[in-house]
């Protein structure tokens, strides 16, 4: 935890959520751990893994996000589909999730 946020503030899950989105859909062939997805996507200085932990499990309740245990062992996340299918899906998530007041 950095400090900046709770892990039961719904804004910070809905904001890394949409962050997550708008990665994924500039980046549609990228894939990561949990810990790599807060350091690497969205930085640690910002969201904590807690908070990253809360976004995905929004993500795959969206069905845009999917879960793939890779053979040294560790969960790893990714797109589910990379098609114009997948595409709307994460564009309706951004929509929804948009916080007006966020940088882009």
Known sequence: MNGEEQP????????????LARYLRANPLAGDTKEGIA???????????DVVGRAIALLQ??????TVRAADGHVRYRRVS????GDARLDRFIA???DPTARH
């Open 8 to 19: 039961s503030d719904p804004g910070a899950v809905s904001h890394a959520a949409c962050r």
């Open 61 to 66: 309740e969206a069905g845009v996000l999917e």
């Open 96 to 98: 929804v999730h948009a």
């Open 82 to 85: 990379i098609d114009a299918e």
């Open 39 to 49: 350091q690497w996507w969205l930085g640690f200085a910002s969201v904590s893994v």
